[in-house]
Each structure stands twice: as C-alpha cells, then as structure tokens.
C-alpha cells in the first residue's frame, strides 16, 4: 500500500509542476505578445496622481502605444514619459505645444490638466529619449489589481479586462451598424418612395383603362 500511495503522490506532483510550468509559459507568452504588439517594455500604467484630473483619476490603467511614433505626436494627445530631470518618475501629461518641430531634434513641452503651468524639468524638455508611447485607452479604477498581484500577473489580469472591454464595445457597435443597415435597406429613400408611387398608380390607370375599354366593348 505504502508503495502506492508513494507512487501517485510523485505523480500527482509531477502533474502540479507540468501545470504551473504550463500557466508560467503561458503568462510569459501573452506577457512577450502584448509587449510585441504595443511596442513598449509596459504597454499598461496604472495613475498614481491627480494631475490629469477630470480626464485620468487615481488608479485608472493606461493603454500605451509605443509604436506611435514621437515625429507624429501633436499637440493635444496625451503621453507617457520618463521624466527628463533623471528619469526617476513616469509621467503622463498632455502635450502642450511643440517647442522644436524639426524632425531630428523635436522637443515638446506638457502640462497636466488639473496643473496651473508646466514643470521644469517635468513637463519639459521632452525629446524622443523620454518619450515612451501616446495613451491610445484607458479604463478606470481597475489599477486596484496592482495593490494586490505583482506584475506581470497584474498586467495581464488588466489585459484581459480590457480586451472583454474592447471586445464587447466592438461587437455594440457592429450590432449598431448592422441595424442600420437594415433600416436602411427596409425604409425606402424618397426616390425609391416616388418611383414606387409612381409605378403603383401607372399600374392602377393601366388597370381602369383596361376595365373601361372592356365596358365599351359590351355596350
């Protein structure tokens, strides 16, 4: 009996190993794919101040695109950052204005929405060095996973959610577009509308024309 008790419980822990090897394969693969896919080493920030208070609050996730080139950022969009005194912090702030427009040595300036002015230091100068990817989405308050879960477990918790988010947004809107569609194809334009009146009434002048000719032929 002790021999095989021993035998399955070596057999049910080389079955937990191959699970948590598989699980850790599999974190690290969807891990590697999202950073393939966004360009960046991160492609998910979690806000940790008010400075971009009313648009981006405290614990809301950022979707950041490292693939948004830095000759294409403008004014208006909102980035993240290395900040450029020592690159300690990240940050992400709107872009202000376009200090140096020149291809090979762009600089901008930031400021945070909720911010009176810009930062030295901060906000500015922020060359293709610093830049780190422009803020394409972002959902609120789900930042709350990163207290709990260390990365990337806590990334691709995130991920998921976002993906259902993304998902379910898309197929609403497919849904809207399809039954557009429809109404379009089932309520008739106004040149559909008058052809077919049209056609209806020379239809039935062709039918009291027929009953008319058959009335004079019996009289």
Do not use: C
């Not at 090897?21 to 008010?50: C, D, E, H, R």
């Not at 980035?79 to 376009?98: A, K, Y």
């Not at 106004?190 to 062709?206: G, L, V």
Request: hydrophobic content about 40%; overall charge neutral; aromatic content about 8%.
């Amino acid at each position: 009996m002790k021999v095989v008790e021993i035998s399955f419980n070596m057999t049910k822990t080389k079955n937990i190993v191959k699970d948590i090897l598989i699980v850790a394969i599999g974190v690290a693969a969807i891990w590697i794919g999202l950073q393939v896919i966004f360009g960046t080493q991160n492609p998910f920030y979690v806000v940790s101040s008010g400075s971009m208070i009313p648009v981006l609050q405290i614990y809301d996730v950022l979707v950041v695109n490292g693939n948004v080139p830095f000759e294409d950022i403008k004014v208006g969009d909102i980035i993240v950052f290395n900040r450029p005194s020592g690159h300690d912090r990240v940050i992400v702030h709107r872009v202000e204005t376009i200090l140096d427009d020149r291809p090979d040595s762009k600089t901008i300036r930031t400021k945070g929405d909720a911010n009176p002015i810009s930062i030295p230091g901060t906000d500015y100068p922020i060359t293709k060095e610093e830049y780190i990817g422009r803020v394409i989405y972002w959902v609120p308050q789900i930042g709350y996973v990163t207290r709990i879960l260390a990365p990337p477990i806590n990334y691709i918790i995130i991920a998921v959610i976002i993906g259902i988010m993304i998902v379910k947004q898309y197929s609403q809107k497919s849904k809207e577009s399809k039954d557009k569609n429809f109404e379009d194809k089932v309520t008739p334009t106004k040149e559909e509308f008058r052809i077919q009146t049209d056609s209806a009434y020379e239809e039935s002048s062709k039918i009291d024309d027929d009953k008319s000719d058959q009335n004079q032929n019996k009289t």
